[in-house]
């Protein structure tokens, strides 16, 4: 049998963060942890907007215990302030969902001078994991799950020009961050490992979702407007926000996922489907390229995370399934 929401186990007693909770695929996620009875901090940019997501979901489950949280990724003074905020609420956390994310932007830069793309998806993760890291090592169970993307396939570090700053483009841009995401997330497997915590560090994908990202964002973003043309038959070819949802889910629930895994729907080349081992590109398997990016992300946002560097060879897995 597939694995779907009814297999999501008992979440009583634990504390999830999402990011990026009011919208897609992170709201979808927040619902399904909440209705099995776990405490979500939604960490969104918008007051508003969660408020509304809050009461969507309690709409459904009005027993939801849903906290708000402040939070935006595009700039490092937010995250410090979000992060110690959970320390000084809950000083403990058993699940960090990456999940947030913007995709195909105008050329542009963060407050702190990072190109948006990279800033947000990939910088602003990278420091909110490693100031509440911490607080999760000791937590049998506790879990970091990031969502990567398809797109981190055509992905590259360019590490003399992080920014993008000689020649941008959005695409790029994207494929970038995405690549980041997935190099992290096994990074910090890796790290993990060295340090002996009890967390787990995992990745996924949601293949093709109808989500605000792919609809509204593509007519947003598209030259002339032509994604209006294409929005109609999104709804045909993409999954719906529910199914886009399961491989976070299934990342941060299951048993059967392995330390530093990678998952996403497996049909139709992982567009769509139910949850499973996704592919990973060997440019994202490359070791070196993952500590390198581990330290410019260190040396851009300047937090250093309190884990150790793995020796050399030393892994509780790789991705590659
Ligand atoms: N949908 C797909 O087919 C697809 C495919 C591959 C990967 N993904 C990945 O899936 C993740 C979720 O995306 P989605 O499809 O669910 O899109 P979505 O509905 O647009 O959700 C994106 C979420 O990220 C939030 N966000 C954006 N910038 C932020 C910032 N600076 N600080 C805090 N939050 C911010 C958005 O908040 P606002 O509402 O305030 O903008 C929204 O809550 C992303 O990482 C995306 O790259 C999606």
């Given at each position: 049998m597939n694995w779907n929401i009814?297999?999501?186990?008992s979440q009583q007693g634990r504390t999830v963060l999402v990011t990026g909770?009011?919208?897609g695929i992170g709201r979808e996620a927040a619902q399904a942890l909440a209705a099995n009875g776990a405490h979500v901090i939604?960490?969104?940019?918008s007051r508003e907007k969660a408020d509304k997501a809050m009461v969507h979901i309690r709409k459904r489950w009005p027993k939801a215990e849903l906290e708000f949280l402040e939070l935006d990724l595009a700039r490092q003074q937010s995250v410090h302030e979000a992060a110690r905020q959970v320390r000084e609420r809950h000083?403990?956390?058993d699940l960090l969902i990456n999940n947030a994310g913007v995709m195909w932007v105008e050329k542009s830069l963060t407050?702190?001078?990072?190109?948006t793309q990279f800033g947000t998806n990939h910088l602003g993760h990278f420091t909110l994991a490693a100031l509440l890291i911490d607080t999760m090592m000791n937590l049998p169970g506790s879990r970091v799950v990031t969502v990567s993307s398809l797109a981190h396939r055509a992905g590259r570090i360019q590490f003399d020009d992080p920014n993008l700053a000689r020649e941008y483009g959005r695409h790029r841009a994207y494929a970038q961050s995405k690549v980041a995401n997935l190099l992290f997330a096994l990074e910090l497997q890796r790290r993990l490992f060295a340090a002996d915590a009890q967390t787990l560090s995992v990745a996924c994908h949601p293949g093709l979702s109808n989500t605000n990202l792919i609809g509204p964002g593509l007519v947003r973003q598209s030259p002339l407007r032509l994604g209006a043309l294409v929005r109609p038959f999104m709804a045909l070819i993409a999954q719906n926000e529910r199914s886009g949802a399961l491989p976070t889910l299934y990342a941060a629930t299951s048993d059967a996922v392995r330390p530093g895994g990678y998952y996403g729907p497996q049909w139709l080349g992982e567009f769509m489907g139910p949850p499973g081992p996704a592919q990973v590109s060997g440019y994202a398997r490359n070791e070196e390229v993952a500590a390198r990016l581990w330290r410019l992300s260190e040396s851009l946002t300047g937090v250093t995370s309190p884990l150790p560097e793995p020796q050399s060879g030393e892994q509780a897995g790789t991705a590659a399934e």
């Amino acid at each position: 049998m597939n694995w779907n929401i009814t297999n999501i186990p008992s979440q009583q007693g634990r504390t999830v963060l999402v990011t990026g909770a009011n919208s897609g695929i992170g709201r979808e996620a927040a619902q399904a942890l909440a209705a099995n009875g776990a405490h979500v901090i939604m960490a969104c940019r918008s007051r508003e907007k969660a408020d509304k997501a809050m009461v969507h979901i309690r709409k459904r489950w009005p027993k939801a215990e849903l906290e708000f949280l402040e939070l935006d990724l595009a700039r490092q003074q937010s995250v410090h302030e979000a992060a110690r905020q959970v320390r000084e609420r809950h000083g403990k956390l058993d699940l960090l969902i990456n999940n947030a994310g913007v995709m195909w932007v105008e050329k542009s830069l963060t407050e702190d001078g990072f190109e948006t793309q990279f800033g947000t998806n990939h910088l602003g993760h990278f420091t909110l994991a490693a100031l509440l890291i911490d607080t999760m090592m000791n937590l049998p169970g506790s879990r970091v799950v990031t969502v990567s993307s398809l797109a981190h396939r055509a992905g590259r570090i360019q590490f003399d020009d992080p920014n993008l700053a000689r020649e941008y483009g959005r695409h790029r841009a994207y494929a970038q961050s995405k690549v980041a995401n997935l190099l992290f997330a096994l990074e910090l497997q890796r790290r993990l490992f060295a340090a002996d915590a009890q967390t787990l560090s995992v990745a996924c994908h949601p293949g093709l979702s109808n989500t605000n990202l792919i609809g509204p964002g593509l007519v947003r973003q598209s030259p002339l407007r032509l994604g209006a043309l294409v929005r109609p038959f999104m709804a045909l070819i993409a999954q719906n926000e529910r199914s886009g949802a399961l491989p976070t889910l299934y990342a941060a629930t299951s048993d059967a996922v392995r330390p530093g895994g990678y998952y996403g729907p497996q049909w139709l080349g992982e567009f769509m489907g139910p949850p499973g081992p996704a592919q990973v590109s060997g440019y994202a398997r490359n070791e070196e390229v993952a500590a390198r990016l581990w330290r410019l992300s260190e040396s851009l946002t300047g937090v250093t995370s309190p884990l150790p560097e793995p020796q050399s060879g030393e892994q509780a897995g790789t991705a590659a399934e």
